[in-house]
T-cell receptor, first 113, second 112 residues
Framework: GQQLNQSPQSMFIQEGEDVSMNCTSS?????WLWYKQEPGEGPVLLIA?????ELTSNGRLTAQFGITRKDSFLNISASIPSDVGIYFC?????????????FGTGTQLKVEL | NAGVTQTPKFRVLKTGQSMTLLCAQD?????MYWYRQDPGMGLRLIHY???????AKGEVPDGYNVSRLKKQNFLLGLESAAPSQTSVYFC???????????FGPGTRLLVL
């Protein structure tokens, strides 16, 4: 099946720092989604991307759909304590994706005050 | 508008017991999904449904069965639970015109 490599696996940063994480796939994707999951809860959508090269922001979060269509990036500016959680990328493959999403393994973000 | 709800929130089973997890959505979504989440492995798709009365296998379907008798409900069954099925189970739904899936709060299952 499809595979998504998400990095880094975890990050421990200082409050106020900028954060970057990325996701790469072994095949071309036509949709990229970024979710955040907090402890004991289900994932919540942050940003959805549908076109190669698309750059979309949601407050302090900015995500990009890579031009090769095999990667996506999420940046968080000026991190705050409530940014703590696990961030997942998810995508739908252009071929063979069907009605399913493939999820990355997550980036765990910890913020030091 | 409750979104996606899951019942129960937490359950402990003994090996060999059976149980059914219920997912309900009030958004009139056509598609529904069941995932399991294990440490370090992200979300893996068990089964999904593209409409009432239809189901399809996902990435890890073995040991599970599903039914979608009503559009708003998607049931996940474990006929004979095994310790390997200890996990957190998430249900999600989406409308057919959108890729974004909306998740429930999860069911934590421990099989002893």
């Amino acid at each position: 099946g499809q595979q998504l490599n998400q990095s880094p696996q975890s990050m421990f940063i200082q409050e106020g720092e900028d954060v970057s994480m990325n996701c790469t796939s072994s095949s071309i994707f036509n949709t990229w989604l970024w979710y955040k999951q907090e402890p004991g809860e289900g994932p919540v959508l942050l940003i959805a991307l549908y076109k190669a090269g698309e750059l979309t922001s949601n407050g302090r979060l900015t995500a990009q759909f890579g031009i090769t269509r095999k990667d996506s990036f999420l940046n968080i500016s000026a991190s705050i304590p409530s940014d703590v959680g696990i961030y997942f990328c998810a995508g739908r493959a252009l071929t063979g994706g069907g009605n399913k999403l493939t999820f990355g393994t997550g980036t765990q973000l910890k913020v030091e005050l | 508008n409750a979104g996606v709800t899951q019942t129960p929130k937490f359950r402990v089973l003994k090996t060999g017991q059976s149980m059914t997890l219920l997912c309900a959505q009030d958004m009139n979504h056509e598609y529904m999904y069941w995932y399991r989440q294990d440490p370090g492995m992200g979300l893996r798709l068990i089964h999904y449904s593209v409409g009432e009365g239809t189901t399809a296998k996902g990435e890890v379907p073995d040991g599970y069965n599903v039914s979608r008798l009503k559009k708003q409900n998607f049931l996940l069954g474990l006929e004979s639970a095994a310790p390997s099925q200890t996990s957190v189970y998430f249900c999600a739904s989406r409308p057919w015109v959108q890729e974004t899936q909306y998740f429930g709060p999860g069911t934590r299952l421990l099989v002893l």
